[in-house]
């Protein structure tokens, strides 16, 4: 799998931190991932295992059918992989954690094999709680009928350690 958005959008975090845990959400500048940001997003914490997209990029909008900003992030996944979903992706803000998954999606009629990688990394707010995270959703093979729903098929944390 050739996933290039995930590196720069790691590398532009780590950029960032300058010396801290986590980088602040009013830190970001598109700019700063201009070759990652179709495929990057901003989500926003807003209750216990509940997160929802501020931003999306382009593809995110191709994968669901529909605009993504609103929605909760576990929208992406199918009935029996939100639970799981978002329990790891709470850790993101409860830990926090950076979190890499492997994503396969259901095929259907029109809908042919599609594989994924999203990566979620946190972000503090200007108050100083960490309920914002960047990320990026990349996938391997054609999208076809939307929405695409994805299953967890791997998932990697990484504990965050001062820089």
């Avoid at 590196?7 to 009013?26: C, D, F, M, N, T």
């Avoid at 997003?41 to 990029?57: K, M, V």
């Avoid at 594989?115 to 960047?134: E, K, T, V």
Wanted: glycine share 8%; with cysteine; hydrophobic share 45%.
């Amino acid at each position: 799998m050739r996933y290039r958005a995930s590196p720069q959008v790691r590398a532009y975090w780590e950029a960032l931190r300058k010396g801290r845990l986590i980088p602040l959400r009013s830190e970001i500048d598109p700019r700063g991932i201009e070759q990652a940001l179709e495929y990057a997003f901003i989500l926003e914490r807003t209750g216990p295992r509940l997160a929802r997209f501020r931003l999306s990029g382009v593809h995110l909008t191709e994968l669901l059918g529909a605009e993504a900003r609103g929605m909760p992030v576990t929208v992406l996944f199918s009935h029996e992989a939100r639970g799981r979903a978002a329990e790891v992706i709470e850790n993101v803000f409860r830990k926090p954690e950076i979190i890499e998954l492997t994503l396969t999606a259901a095929m259907g009629a029109g809908q042919p094999p599609l594989s994924a990688r999203m990566m979620i990394l946190p972000l503090q707010s200007d108050l100083g709680d960490i309920s914002r995270a960047i990320g990026c959703i990349e996938t391997e093979g054609m999208i076809g009928a939307t929405p695409r729903l994805f299953a967890l098929s791997h998932v990697v944390t990484t504990a965050i350690e001062h820089a």
